[in-house]
């Protein structure tokens, strides 16, 4: 439940942030900048 996925956040989260930070944040930018384009 709700209780486990929050402890394995509190082990894992800032580690697993950082990852997807540096790892993905440029590509979904680029990803989110590109749908936003379709609707401007």
């Not at 800032?14 to 401007?40: C, M, Q, R």
Request: with cysteine; aromatic share 10%.
């Amino acid at each position: 439940g709700n209780e486990s996925f929050c402890t394995i956040r509190e082990d894992n989260g800032s580690k697993f942030d950082n990852f997807i930070s540096e790892k993905t944040v440029k590509k979904v930018k680029k990803k989110i900048d590109n749908l936003l384009s379709l609707y401007a």
